[in-house]
């Protein structure tokens, strides 16, 4: 199959490693002569290792490839002409009807292939944010070289300090408040056990507390790492949401523009507008769950609320990474087209901005996660 979208190739060129893309080949043009890139490589195939993988939001005419309803899958898209991605390329779905025949055919990858589990972990998660792609590559036996993901040094820096600030309460439940830190200093050994791959003794009595089974525990420890995760990377970049809202507002199109266009355009601007502030305070109620589980644990003597929270983490996970990886498609594509060295996009560029937009914001919720949610 081949893109319809050749612009949104091309425009993905500058682009390593988001929320919402994975761009393989960029990676293989920075590192490709380095030895991390060569000795532990994400894809043992050589053409999947250049490929670009994308979270995409299913369109009607899409929904019906799979078996099971879902409305947001992980694309794979293979280049016609790495040096030239304006030509296009070829996609296919991750677990799309006829999924393991066309890898095997195109690639050569079978069902046992180990690119074939890499591919499974990669569609589990609900965007593509490189420090939880990371994780769950991490936590299930998968080191690829660092250069697979765009998180620098200060990024986890900061995360480790905005987890230190967040856990102090739970140490402070267990040693009591205002113990002496200085000796062993809990709250950064408590922070490193979370960052690490495994939660290890320190958290195992946790789960035995809430009387969670073992791998109940271990999954609603990665996603409360996630939930970790997406409250900091919001709080990172809630001053770009309200700027891009603003000059989602204010954008004008360059050249020549009918009175159709005129009306299109004010009306899908609305509409995003609109989209972007529901989505972020969606994303903020489903944070204020986790919240409010952490709070009944350390400071209202309800452990049960945490023990619900983790249980039901992974479902909320699931929604929250949609979310908020639709946000930060949205800024960071948004910044990267309307940056002071580009052109402003004429009419139908514009309107084909903002309907990606607004497909990506959109869609069904499902009952069980409104019910979590409320």
Request: hydrophobic share 40%; proline share 5%.
């Amino acid at each position: 199959m081949t893109d319809r979208a050749i612009r949104n190739l091309d425009n993905l060129r500058t682009s390593a490693s988001t929320a919402r893309v994975l761009n393989l080949l960029r990676v293989s043009h920075e590192h490709g002569r380095t030895d991390g890139w060569r000795d532990a490589p994400l894809f043992q195939n050589a053409t999947l290792n250049r490929c670009l993988i994308i979270k995409h939001r299913l369109r009607r005419n899409e929904i019906d490839e799979f078996r099971v309803r879902r409305y947001v899958a992980t694309k794979i898209v293979l280049p016609i002409d790495g040096g030239d991605l304006r030509v296009g390329g070829r996609y296919l779905f991750v677990d799309q009807m006829g999924f393991d025949q066309t890898l095997e055919q195109s690639l050569g990858i079978g069902p046992t292939h180990p690119d074939r589990r890499i591919l499974d972990l990669i569609d589990e998660l609900p965007s593509l944010d490189p420090f939880l792609l990371r994780e769950q590559l991490r936590r299930n036996g998968h080191s690829p070289d660092a250069c697979y993901f765009n998180v620098s040094e200060a990024d986890l820096v900061r995360m480790a300090e905005f987890v230190s600030s967040e856990i102090t309460p739970l140490v402070d439940l267990s040693m009591g408040p205002g113990a002496d830190l200085a000796a062993e200093n809990p709250v950064a050994r408590l922070t490193a056990k979370i960052m690490s791959n495994s939660a290890g003794d320190d958290m195992s009595a946790l789960g035995q507390t809430l009387m969670l089974r073992p791998d109940e525990y271990e999954e609603g420890i990665f996603c409360w790492k996630g939930f970790l995760y997406y409250k900091w990377a919001l709080q990172a970049i809630t001053g770009d949401i309200g700027w891009v809202v603003d000059s989602v507002r204010r954008v004008k199109p360059r050249g020549r523009v009918d009175a159709e266009q005129h009306v299109n355009i004010d009306r899908a601007k609305e509409q995003v507008r609109r989209r972007i502030l529901l989505t972020c305070e969606a994303t903020a109620d489903m944070l204020r769950v986790y919240d409010d589980a952490f709070r009944g644990l350390t400071m209202e003597g309800r452990p049960t609320a945490f023990r619900d929270f983790l249980k039901d983490a992974p479902l909320l996970f699931a929604r929250l990474g949609e979310r908020l990886g639709a946000i930060q498609h949205i800024v960071s594509f948004w910044r990267y087209r309307m940056g002071d060295d580009k052109p402003a996009p004429g009419a139908e560029e514009l309107l084909d901005l903002l309907a990606d937009f607004d497909i990506s914001l959109s869609g069904r919720e499902r009952p069980d996660v409104l019910a979590l949610a409320a």
